[in-house]
């Protein structure tokens, strides 16, 4: 299972001088990792690298240079590294109008249990949402949510043998289904072990 130790960190005065250069690779990183669910929906999986980037921008912010600290930054953010076996993804509604926005989230409590990726002849694999803790209430739900996808044997396999990766909602608010673009597959699969 791939994990973030405090001894895979940059130092602080090191990560100063290389920032620019990391920024740069994660970026190209985060880009074959993105998955537009229409236009105002997208799932940023997460990875290794995107996790690692994530602590290191929060220790330099926050200028953390303790270990005790450090390793609760660990533990916040390690949850989200996927295990060979899941996806985990952050979930963004995003609307740049912020009237637009507050209600479209009204009208879309409850999205983050309806999103799911998958292939044909196999049962969809759903989202577990927001582990941490509840991120909607009975009236709107949240612009951000952390989603789990977990795979099964058969869905891996297919994915292994070339099916192509599907994805969608099935909120009736924003109902979408899409085939996945080949760069995104190819950042997942590289996520998971056969």
């Known amino acids: 299972m791939p994990s973030l ?3 895979d960190l940059f130092s602080l005065e090191h990560y100063a001088e290389i920032r620019a250069s990391f920024r740069e690779e994660v ?13 105002n929906a997208a799932l940023y999986f997460e990875s290794l690298l995107t996790v690692k980037y994530q602590v290191q921008e929060m220790l330099r912010i926050e200028r953390i240079i303790e270990r005790a600290a450090i390793e ?4 916040v ?13 952050t979930f963004m509604i995003e609307f740049s109008d912020p009237d637009e926005r507050r209600m479209a989230l009204t009208r879309m409590v409850g999205i983050e249990d309806t999103v799911w990726l998958g ?8 989202s577990i949402a927001n ?9 709107k739900t949240a612009a951000v949510h952390f989603l789990r996808f977990e795979p099964d044997r058969g869905t891996r396999s297919a994915l292994f043998a070339g099916a192509p990766l599907l994805a969608g909602i099935d909120h009736p608010a924003y109902p979408v289904r899409i085939s996945v673009p080949e760069p995104v597959r190819a950042a997942l699969l590289a996520d998971l072990t056969p």
Do not use: C, F
């Open 72 to 75: 609760e930054e660990l533990a």
């Open 5 to 7: 130790t405090r001894a």
């Open 131 to 139: 582990e941490d803790l509840p991120r909607s209430t009975a009236d």
């Open 119 to 126: 292939v044909s002849g196999h049962p969809p694999v759903r």
């Open 27 to 39: 970026m190209a990183h985060k880009a074959k990792r993105r998955l537009a669910l229409g236009p």
């Open 77 to 89: 953010y390690s949850p989200l590294i996927p295990d060979g076996q899941n996806w985990k993804a």
